[in-house]
């Protein structure tokens, strides 16, 4: 059940100790303040979403159904129009402020400490790679009779029956550039005055990168 929600930008890896001074690797996330531009609602739409915008952008830098869709919300035109998929939506309205540690009316905030989140991120891109480094294949022998093919991926089909490869076969290709989420991260701390939000670990996609930051829907709160 995704209840919270909020969008950020990643802007690196750094190391905190926490109580018992030990190091704990956590990535900073910059979550700049969020306006709601539209609410979705599963009897119109089909679903229940927000559509929300951060940043700032002159309106002349927008198209004519950009800058329209802002101004009939009459809010501040954003860099970016992005979705977060919430089951409850009720509890928001059109040009609402949400910021990293906005407190509710229960007296909980957004996102504290200890809270388990799902990030989600497009990849870095690595380019164009091989099997060994895009699916992990071990490779094939490194002597006896191996000729150039040491890093190959072997035979790929059958022969006459079907005579043709399945696809979704694992061959070489672009690697990254895609959406990827990672699971269960915990929050080590929130930092409502610079709105920051620090993650244990690694999160994905590159610096500088929009990343959506969702509370974990296996792991529990």
Request: charge should be positive.
């Amino acid at each position: 059940m995704t209840n919270k929600a909020i969008v950020g930008r990643k802007v690196g890896m750094t190391q905190i100790w926490d109580d018992e001074n030990r190091v704990v690797p956590v990535t900073v996330l910059s979550v700049a303040p969020l306006r709601v531009v539209q609410i979705k609602h599963p009897d119109t739409d089909g679903y229940s979403a927000l559509q929300v915008t951060f940043g700032e952008v002159k309106p002349n830098k927008l198209t004519k159904p950009a800058a329209g869709h802002f101004d009939k919300a009459g809010v501040a035109p954003g860099e970016k129009l992005l979705e977060l998929r919430l089951d409850d939506v009720s509890e928001y309205e059109v040009g609402q402020e949400i910021r990293v540690g906005a407190t509710t009316e229960d007296g909980e905030t957004l996102f504290a400490n200890g809270d388990k989140i799902d990030v989600t991120a497009v990849s870095r891109g690595k380019g164009f790679a091989g099997v060994m480094k895009r699916h992990n294949f071990a490779g094939q022998r490194a002597s006896h009779g191996a000729h150039k093919v040491h890093r190959k991926p072997g035979a790929i089909g059958q022969c006459a029956t079907p005579a043709r490869v399945f696809k979704g076969k694992k061959m070489p290709g672009r690697m990254g550039g895609e959406k990827v989420t990672t699971q269960n991260l915990v929050v080590v701390a929130t930092d409502s005055d610079r709105d920051l939000l620090l993650v244990r670990g690694a999160v994905p996609g590159p610096k500088g990168g929009t990343v959506v930051v969702r509370n974990a829907i296996k792991g529990g709160s």
